[in-house]
Nanobody
């Protein structure tokens, strides 16, 4: 009942910028955390950045100072601004929404579910 739709991926030259967006829709009262993960060919999926409901953020060391995560709670949307992109940033980027609660979850006091987006390809190449 909850869907995540990502957009903004593409091909960019080294040093360029891209902005990813991920919009959650469905029976949503609150989302505890929203994050971006990526998976390069032959590698495990890794956390890139996460932002919790209160606004605190965390980044993997390799993107600190280059990427910025933000969210619009009114729109249930998370963004990833990626600057100074490098070839090693090439991967499929996935959005994740954690502990997505509906009114029913809140009234019953149970934890909500986690959801993943379908992924968007980011390729950094000259």
């Amino acid at each position: 009942q909850v869907q995540l739709v990502e957009s903004g991926g593409g091909l960019v030259q080294p040093g360029g910028s891209l902005r990813l967006s991920c919009a959650a829709s469905g029976s949503i009262f609150s989302i505890n955390a929203m994050g971006w993960y990526r998976q390069a060919p032959g590698k495990q999926r890794e956390l890139v950045a996460v932002i919790v409901n209160g606004g605190s953020t965390n980044y993997v060391d390799s993107v600190k100072g280059r990427f910025t995560i933000s969210r619009d709670n009114a729109k249930n949307t998370v963004y990833l601004q990626m600057n100074s992109l490098k070839p090693e940033d090439t991967a499929v980027y996935y959005c994740k929404a954690e502990n997505v609660r509906s009114i029913a979850h809140v009234r019953s006091g149970i934890r909500g579910s986690d959801y993943w987006g379908q992924g968007t390809q980011v390729t950094v190449s000259s």
